[in-house]
């Protein structure tokens, strides 16, 4: 076995030197990793400083870990080169399925069998990019968030042919790594943050069309609205909240579907008794023995804290 | 003319002592006010004053204004009592046309014809609520987001009978008392941002149903992910942020909608040239003359200590 223990990993080599590739990077950097980043565009060099340049900062004030250093990452744009050492690696490579899968095939060529590879893919399956990869067992996604030097997600799932112990490992190297790794149940196309993402564009993007707002309205109505209380709470356990004592099952029985349906161009799906039960069992181990009052007052901790900020931020206080 | 410059405003009366009716009631005492709160039920007033007393310690610590007290509200059953010295009322009662269609005509009943009455109403539109009204010219629509004290967004937009002066009034109102106005063009279901939240919120419900995710990871992928960049930006701004040099038309060109049409449950609409630009110099106007990179340093900076604050929160750092 290859694979080393997450705690062990020493040298991470990140495939693609654009703004995810290179974000990556820099939030490895910054944990004190060895990095190599490799591109087949030799001017991608240089944007990768830059980014590495303009994210450091940012990661100082987060904090740096001991002995991390700008000065540890190497550019290659040779891909045996870039992977022959890796404990692990990271592919942020372009969104093509004909380009993924010769990346995939070329690095299986070049590495021990056991390493972890993950893929930042946004739009392709696991599935899809490993079909025709002779190791594909150690292939997982690991899906960030821009910029990826600071957001803490990275959903994880395997492909059909990935062993659930890459996935495991993956989210315990991610884990180490300051990541806040989110173990999927199922492949599913957007993963799940963006495909709530899309389907609230989608929305705007019809609203924009009729004349119902403009960007900049539906931009102010994010930032000075909900945005805030979505970096705290999700909407699960938001709507837990608003459903006062009765929590998500009062919620879910009292907003009946007929009656937001013309609020979006994406009708409700049946609400239906077993769904309820799911979203509230769900709710409850969400709240675990937290009040709703207690909860209340750490919502509003946090919105203080960022609203305060904000302001800071934008000149406003 | 018995509406007042809206400096000069002094007594708020709030309609309905529910959570958003009494928080309201707390951000107007917060910022100075004499408030009345009416309610039919003679119950309301102990709920009142928790809310109130719970909501307090959040507006301390974002400044109290001058002469604000707690003790400045005073709690009525009697519409006619509560109304007749208003400078202004802000509405919340109960999410039924006919109740509300009652409390406006006894409210028109007991006022002088040009106090400006705003609805927090979500679900019901200003022109409908006006509909049988006799005097409907100084009636908005004055939608706030959970909790009212805490966060800035109101949406304004007149009924079909709604002079304009009202609306202008009403936005210059908000604005003084400490609130961000968005003036909306037209009426919509759902005014603006609700909208974007039902279509998000309806494809959660189809992923947890289709056990595509759990709702645990439904909120993991909310604030570790997307949330906290919700609270510094919009979608369009971020969106004209990821198409890099190019800005929103190359992101609206790049991003072919056949490509994210399984992400979700709601397809996009046709993206014709006409609304590349109608997006485009929206985005441009958002961004004004602060460069690309200005922007990417902004909306780190802000990420950085939201996060910093968050993780103090939860106890992570």
Redesign the interface.
């Known amino acids: 076995m290859n694979r080393p223990d997450p705690k062990d990993v020493r040298n991470i080599t990140c495939i693609g030197g654009g703004?995810i590739g290179a974000g990556w990077a820099a939030g490895f950097l910054a944990k004190g990793y060895d990095v190599v980043v490799q591109d087949i565009n030799p001017d991608a060099e240089g944007q990768m400083r830059r980014i590495i340049d303009?994210?450091w900062?940012?990661l100082e004030?987060?904090g740096l870990s001991e002995g991390a250093s700008r000065d540890r990452v190497r550019f290659t744009t040779d891909l045996a080169d870039a992977v022959g050492d890796a404990d692990f690696v990271q592919e942020s490579g372009p969104e093509r399925m004909d380009i993924k899968q010769d990346i995939y095939a070329a690095m299986d060529a070049a590495m021990p069998n056991d390493v972890v590879i993950a893929s930042s893919t946004s739009?392709l399956l696991m599935s899809d990019i490993q079909a025709k990869s002779k190791n594909p067992s150690r292939m997982v996604l690991g899906h960030p968030?821009?910029?990826p030097y600071?957001?803490?997600?990275v959903?994880v799932v395997g492909g059909k042919k990935t062993d659930t112990s890459a996935v495991d490992w993956a989210c315990d190297f991610y884990r180490v790594a300051g990541k806040?790794a989110?173990k999927?149940?199922?492949e599913?196309?957007?993963?799940?943050?963006?495909?709530?993402?899309?389907?609230?564009?989608?929305?705007?993007?019809?609203?924009?069309?009729a004349?119902?707002?403009?960007?900049?309205?539906?931009?102010?109505?994010?930032?000075?609205?909900?945005?805030?209380?979505?970096?705290?709470?999700?909407?699960?356990?938001l709507?837990h909240l608003?459903g006062?004592e009765g929590g998500m099952r009062h919620f879910m029985k009292h907003f009946d579907p007929s009656?937001?349906d013309?609020?979006?161009?994406?009708?409700?799906?049946p609400?239906t008794d077993d769904?309820i039960e799911?979203?509230a069992?769900?709710?409850e181990?969400?709240q675990g023995d937290r009040s709703v009052?207690e909860l209340?007052?750490?919502?509003?901790?946090?919105?203080?804290?960022?609203?305060?900020?904000?302001n800071?931020?934008t000149g406003k206080g």
């Not at 600071?150 to 997600?153: A, D, F, G, N, V």
């Not at 013309?262 to 799906?269: I, K, Y």
Request: aromatic residues 10%; proline residues 6%; hydrophobic residues 45%.
């Open positions: 703004v303009s994210a900062p940012s004030a987060m739009g968030f821009n910029p600071l957001m803490p997600l959903e806040h989110l999927m149940d199922r599913v196309l957007g993963h799940i943050a963006d495909r709530l993402q899309q389907a609230m564009w989608n929305e705007i993007v019809y609203m924009v069309d004349d119902e707002a403009t960007p900049e309205q539906i931009d102010e109505s994010i930032i000075y609205g909900f945005g805030p209380r979505l970096a705290i709470m999700g909407y699960c356990l709507f608003a006062g009656v937001s013309d609020w979006t161009r994406l009708p409700s799906p609400i769904l799911k979203f069992a769900g709710a181990r969400l009052e209340q007052i750490q919502r509003d901790e946090a919105l203080v804290g960022f609203l305060q900020h904000f800071k931020v």
